[in-house]
């Protein structure tokens, strides 16, 4: 039932494969090559860019870094490549009995990565609420002492918070990389959890089951992709949008926001709306709160899906060989219980930061 | 004579006469004598612009070789020049001495301070000079500047006067005197020496294993299993190891702020050394040296209490251990490039994201990034565990007490942690690709930092300090061969401290202009703070009572630590109170407040596990004479350094700061005594400093030539004194683990209402289909 | 004990009773138990039959953990209650019927503060705005358009530094409207026990009470940077 703890202390073999059918591994090179990559990759970055200024030749070390944690994730996944579900220590204190201990583990993680995006929302609403909107100080019209000295001026950067929303959601177009990243992540929910059913069903020869978790697997490995590729596209690439005239669809081809000038240091900001009708002035905005704020909190959340990808690539690997099997199936759910997590994070982003 | 020349002629004088005024301060051989400091580098630059060789200068009645604290007689001298006999003036002088004292004999010289002389307005018509020198009794070389003038005497000075300088060197029997060090070549000296000494005594340690098979063939594998080893006794081990070194790295330091505080207006290290050093004092001490101490007992001893083989996720918790060394090096990457941060603990915004703050500040955040991410998993794992992997019988109201305080501990920290790592990934972005998180001029908002910090921080102190509580009320218990009194009430009093850490952190901002209503709630729920804790006070009281209290070593510390902790939780109470507050915030007062619970708190309670918990860790027993000779020694001079400091605080001394002012006549602030208090802390943080060795060396000999311990040499009832000392690994056998059997009569085997709810929604329903 | 002012020593002193009554009676408890129920040599009576592997019998008593409970509480309660009331002199509204500094002065007039012994708190007939800005790392003070009898600033030697000085006068009431050019500081007006960050991009207030005469020292209480600890002006409340 809960696996044959075999104690025996065999051979430690730090680089991997792990022999799992005698426990977890003791002893694993994997925890210290890691923490020397994060190092050496936090230290590169901290040296390659200063205050936005990029000093180039840290390349290489930033590389080290990645390597090195690459390095270490092999050796991670090595050992752990040969988990058949044979050992899966299981609870023993109530009220979790008969409970797997990791699936506990993913659960409570998952509590403190509520508290990350808890802390990222508290800084949206104190800025979002803090700081004045730029589309309520351009309604109060240009500056005139006599008449409206609270009004802007043409050339004087105004502090505003501009939401990206603005923006994303002043046109059908520009949201559609939005609106389809949440369609991709909702899926994505769905196919992982077949890949999940699908391993665990008993009756199942082996081969249609590598088959069904590996596509299965796959797909959402393909849809994480999608969504940060079409982040990306929304970011800093924009797209063509073809004309179909005949239902009116066309208005213009979409810029990226970072085309738009919707930058972090973005201080000379200037939507295009916010055009004075009467004297065609524009009015420019300081908007490099809202902007660090939009990329960071949504980035977070993109490197959440990264860090699935890098997770999913592995599993769809293992599930190509053909390893996973009823047994060893219930990784598949830790896996889904964070994957759903970033889906229902992206559910709450998604209205904050792209619609309203 | 014409008249025209007359007029210019008496122009002339006029202006000279002007001339002569506007510089008369300055003018040499003149009344007032030569004052060496503008002297030292020009020489009588009012008389010329270089020196000529033409005056000869002669110092006589030095000896070759002085004795020290022996007075000489020297006559200054000098001949040529433009001195003429008859004239109104001849010359003048002005002699300096590295050591020793000069003094006039006669009206002709005058004393400038004790270290230089110079001529009197009478002495302008000498060319000779006497005076007395008393010798240093410090034995050093001693220099001797001497420049003399020689001056035409017609009271004006200008180029026709001429000057020249004489430098001598006296040797002392000593020699040279040194150099005064670089505060930062003595740190970074001083951890250099500690991380050597570290690895003799891991390679002495290692020779102990195995005397005979000391060679590579046996090193690497033995170096190659702990790097790798996810054993949690093993992984305990080494953040015991981190967090001594860093305790002494702290330590030292402590050492060189108390140098440099030692009396006002020191100038031992330079403010902006001063600045990185106590930042990375605070930084150091609760990161790297509380926070790895604490979790190396909770590593050690929490499988053990509840009865597990080992942790939930030793790979993890393996990972946890390896970020700390790795982030460390970060945090002290400043300080070997002279450009540490320099932020305080609490890097408030929007100092940190500034440029003028270090380029170190981007290298400390992201060694802490690596710290959040360390405790995270920490936390994640033992509450796994302790939820998890109690042994049959161990309901959550049978947990020993120190492994309720890491639950305690450890939710705080994972779920106020993230705040802090958020945080820091917005400071870390400001200073690298210039988001605007805190930037003032694009609208952010300084006290967002102070509130995602606090939030953090405030749990971050319980953090420190609950552990302690846990341990206190396990050695207390035991030492009066008693069950601890009110073990329901002590858990209960655990959960409200630490459900109310999470709404008390606005006491740190009570000054910083954050809403009225805000800073009021906040000063009430804190003074809510003291019920818990005075439950847990009264609670160990009480456990005494009727008891047969055995004193060892760790019963004179736990002692020590409710004398300690009370006083810390007594000046607590000061600070909720706002209209004191505004008095004391910032001062040494906090200070004093906060290493009273922190070190008198924390490091007692951790110093009281060291002495209980030895035996079980390395099966060996601790010397009691040494450890007592520690205990009172460090007791004492622990006192020495915190007590007066509550005092300073109040009569006005800010903290984080480079120096302190003493009253003068025109303005109060510190009261004269308050410069001797200050001698007074320094001398005992030496002392406390040097006491700590003796726990080292009682560590290190123990270690070799203890007595074996016994599995339960202080009568303990928790699991870990069931296995031997030291315990085998795994630490239980899985196939065989413990019962807890209780003395109440009462069944914890079933879950409660509310657990059976909760286990119906973790199992899920398909359960029994999956074969294992 | 005169310390600071009225409104801090009264409630030091009273904390400092408190504090001496609780530290008296728990070392007592303390000092009393470790002695008295200490182990006779060679005994080891093991009272609560303590065993390996056993929860031990419970050891608890519901009155006594219920007393210390609500009379710790009830301590707190009192001392939170004397603390609420220097509190209204602390952040008194500033031109509101309930302030206790009425309104601001108009030119010529006096505040007349006084401290007000029976209600324990400080009461002026009006008060003036003087201003205090932080920057990196010097003072500067603004005394708007006040007389310079009532208010001042200028320069001071204060250990050999050049640093800003503000005169007061004694018996006059301020509020000091605040703010910083760069990065966080707080003026600790040392001798009136008072304190208040300045923050960068907003405005923080304090009431300054310039009830003695005196010449202080203005320290900066938030760290600033490279030069915080000398970052210091000159106080001079003058009669």
Not at chain 2, 180 to 200: E, K, N, Q
Request: with cysteine.
């Amino acid at each position: 039932m809960s696996g044959d703890y075999d104690h025996d202390y065999h051979t430690p073999e730090p680089w991997g494969p792990h022999d799992w059918g005698h426990g977890a591994p003791h002893n694993s090179f994997s925890p210290i090559f890691l923490s020397i990559g994060i190092a050496i990759f936090l230290f590169a970055m901290a040296e390659a860019w200063s205050y936005g200024t990029y000093n180039p030749g840290n390349i290489p070390m930033i590389l080290l870094g990645l390597l090195v944690i690459g390095f270490a994730l092999f050796i991670w996944w090595r050992q752990d490549l040969s988990f058949d579900g044979h050992y899966e220590p299981l609870a023993t204190g109530v009220p979790f009995r008969g409970v797997q201990i990791r699936k506990v583990g993913v659960w409570v993680f998952l509590m403190s990565e509520m508290m990350v995006f808890t802390s990222l929302f508290s800084t949206y609403m104190r800025y979002r609420l803090g700081i004045e909107n730029c589309g309520t100080v351009f309604d109060r019209g240009m500056f005139d002492p006599a008449t409206n000295p609270t009004g802007w001026q043409e050339g004087v950067a105004v502090t505003c918070f501009e939401p990206a929303s603005h923006l994303i959601a002043s046109s059908w177009w520009h949201l559609a990389p939005g609106a389809i990243n949440t369609f991709a992540l909702i899926l994505s929910s769905f196919t992982i959890v077949q890949a999940l059913r699908y391993a665990k069903m008993p009756d199942l020869d082996d081969e249609a089951r590598r088959k069904k978790v590996y596509r299965y697997l796959g797909a959402t490995w393909f849809l994480a992709c999608l969504f940060l590729t079409l982040k990306m596209i929304e970011w800093f690439i924009g797209f063509y949008v073809p004309e179909i005239s005949a239902i009116g669809l066309h208005e213009h081809d979409i810029i990226s926001l970072v085309d738009e000038g919707y930058t972090i240091n973005a201080d000379h900001y200037q939507h295009h709306s916010y055009v004075d009708e009467a004297t065609g002035a524009h009015m420019v905005a300081n908007i490099q709160v809202s902007a660090s704020l939009f990329y960071v909190t949504t980035g977070t959340h993109g490197a959440h899906v990264a860090g699935g990808i890098i997770g999913l690539s592995y599993m769809t690997f293992k599930a190509w060989k053909g390893l996973y099997t009823p047994n060893n199936a219930v990784s598949i759910e830790y896996f889904g219980l964070y994957w759903h997590f970033v889906d229902l994070v992206w559910v709450l982003v998604f209205p904050f930061f792209y619609l309203y | 004579m014409e008249k025209k020349t007359l007029i210019t002629r008496s122009m002339v004088v006029l202006i000279l006469i002007s001339i002569a005024m506007v510089v008369s301060p300055a003018v040499n051989s003149l009344p007032n004598g030569i004052g060496y400091e503008q002297v030292k580098s020009g020489g009588c630059n009012c008389h010329n612009g270089v020196a000529d060789t033409g005056v000869v200068v002669a110092l006589d009645g030095l000896p070759e070789q002085y004795n020290v604290s022996e007075t000489y007689e020297l006559t200054i001298s000098f001949t040529g020049g433009p001195s003429t006999d008859g004239a109104a003036n001849l010359g003048g002088f002005n002699l300096w001495a590295s050591g020793g004292e000069i003094t006039p004999v006669d009206a002709t010289v005058q004393s400038r301070d004790s270290s230089e002389v110079t001529h009197t307005e009478a002495g302008n018509d000498y060319r000779s000079w006497t005076v007395e020198w008393t010798a240093p009794s410090h034995g050093r070389n001693v220099d001797f500047v001497l420049h003399v003038n020689s001056v035409n005497g017609d009271g004006v000075q200008g180029p026709e006067d001429k000057w020249n300088r004489l430098s001598i060197t006296v040797a002392g029997s000593l020699g040279a005197a040194l150099d005064p060090a670089d505060p930062f070549t003595v740190l970074a000296t001083l951890i250099i020496i500690s991380g050597i000494l570290l690895v003799i005594t891991i390679l002495y340690g290692f020779y102990r294993t195995n005397p005979d098979a000391f060679d590579w063939e046996h090193l690497a594998p033995w170096i190659t299993e702990w790097l790798t080893s996810t054993d949690h006794k093993k992984i305990g081990t080494l953040y015991f190891v981190q967090g001594m070194f860093f305790l002494g790295i702290g330590g030292i330091l402590a050492m060189m702020i108390r140098l440099q505080l030692a009396g006002p207006e020191m100038g031992f290290i330079s403010q902006d050394q001063y600045n990185q050093f106590f930042t990375l004092h605070g930084t150091t001490m609760i990161f790297l040296a509380a926070m790895p101490l604490i979790a190396g007992f909770a590593n050690w001893i929490v499988p053990l209490q509840i009865g597990a083989p080992d942790l939930a996720m030793p790979r993890l918790n393996a990972l946890s251990f390896w970020l700390q060394p790795f982030a460390a090096l970060l945090i002290f990457t400043g300080v070997f490039s002279g450009e540490g941060a320099d932020t305080g603990w609490t890097g408030y915004a929007p100092y940190i994201v500034t440029a003028g703050a270090h380029t170190g500040v981007t290298m400390w955040v992201a060694g802490q990034i690596m710290l959040v991410a360390s405790s995270t998993l920490t936390g994640i794992n033992f509450l796994t565990t302790m939820a998890v992997m109690r042994a049959e019988g161990m309901g959550w109201m049978q947990m020993p007490l120190f492994t309720w305080s890491i639950l305690v501990a450890n939710l705080m920290l994972f779920l106020s942690i993230p705040a802090f790592g958020v945080g820091l990934i917005q400071v870390y972005l400001d200073r690298t690709i210039s988001t605007a998180f805190y930037d003032i001029s694009a609208g952010g908002d300084p006290l967002l930092w102070s509130h995602l910090f606090w939030y953090f921080g405030h749990p971050e102190v319980y953090v420190v300090i609950v552990p302690a509580f846990g341990v206190i009320s396990e050695v207390l218990a035991t030492s009066a061969r008693r069950s601890i009194f009110g073990y329901r009430s002590m858990v209960y009093a655990l959960a409200g401290i630490g459900i109310l850490s999470f709404i008390v952190y606005g006491h740190h901002m009570l000054t910083s202009g954050m809403s009225p209503t805000l800073r009021f709630v906040t000063m009430m729920t804190t003074m809510l703070v003291a019920v818990p804790t005075g439950i847990k006070i009264f609670n160990w009281l009480k456990t005494m009572h009727g008891g047969s209290l055995v004193y060892r070593t760790h019963t004179l510390w736990a002692l020590g630590f409710i004398v300690t902790f009370t006083l810390g939780g007594i000046s607590g109470m000061f600070f909720p109170s706002i209209a004191m507050d505004t008095h004391l915030h910032e001062t040494y007062f906090v200070v004093a407040h906060f290493h009273y619970v922190l070190v008198g708190g924390t490091v007692f309670g951790f110093f009281a596990a060291i002495y209980y918990w030895y035996p079980k860790m390395t099966g060996r027993m601790l010397d009691e004479k040494l450890g007592t000779l520690h205990f009172l020694t460090a007791f004492v001079t622990y006192n020495g350094i915190f007590w007066p400091m509550h005092r300073l605080g109040v009569v006005g001394m800010p903290r984080r700061t480079h120096t302190y002012f003493i009253t003068t006549e025109d303005f109060t602030n510190l009261p004269e005594w308050a410069a001797d208090w200050n001698l007074f802390i320094s001398v005992s943080a030496f002392l406390f400093f040097f006491s700590n060795f003796i726990l080292v060396a009682n560590m290190l000999l123990s270690l070799v030539r203890g007595d074996k311990a016994p599995a339960d040499p202080w009568g303990g009832w928790s699991f870990e004194w069931m296995t031997s000392s030291p315990p085998p690994t795994p630490s239980f056998d899985w196939h065989n683990l413990p019962v807890l059997k209780d003395a109440n009569e009462h069944i914890a085997n079933e879950p409660g209402r509310v657990g059976k709810w909760f286990s119906r929604l973790m199992v899920p329903e398909d359960h029994e289909e999956v074969s294992h | 004990m005169g310390l600071i002012t009225p409104l801090y020593d009264d409630l030091w002193n009273e904390y400092l009773v408190w504090s001496a009554l609780v530290g008296l009676f728990t070392f007592g408890w303390l000092y009393h138990h470790s002695f008295f129920y200490r182990s006779e040599d060679g005994q080891n009576p093991n009272v609560d039959d303590l065993k390996v592997g056993v929860f031990p019998a419970h050891y608890d008593n519901m009155k006594l953990e219920i007393t210390w409970t609500v009379v710790p509480f009830i301590l707190i309660v009192y001392l939170t209650f004397i603390s609420w009331a220097p509190l209204d002199n602390i952040w008194s509204a500033a031109n509101e019927e309930d302030g206790f500094f009425g309104d601001e002065c108009v030119v010529g007039e006096s505040s007349n503060l006084i401290f007000n012994q029976s209600e324990g708190l400080y009461e002026a007939d009006c008060y003036h705005e003087i201003g205090i800005s932080g920057k990196q790392w010097v003072w500067s003070f603004d005394c708007y358009d006040l007389d310079a009898d009532i208010c001042d600033t200028g320069f001071a030697q204060i250990e050999g530094r050049d640093s800003p000085l503000i005169s007061l006068k004694a018996g006059e009431a301020y509020l000091a409207i605040m703010t910083s050019e760069d990065v966080t500081h707080a003026p600790w007006f040392v001798s009136l026990g008072i304190k208040e960050d300045t923050q960068p991009g907003q405005v923080t207030t304090q009431w300054v009470l310039a009830d003695e005469v005196e010449d202080f020292l203005l320290l900066c209480t938030e760290y600033c940077g490279d030069d915080h600890a000398y970052m210091i002006a000159g106080v001079n409340v003058h009669a």
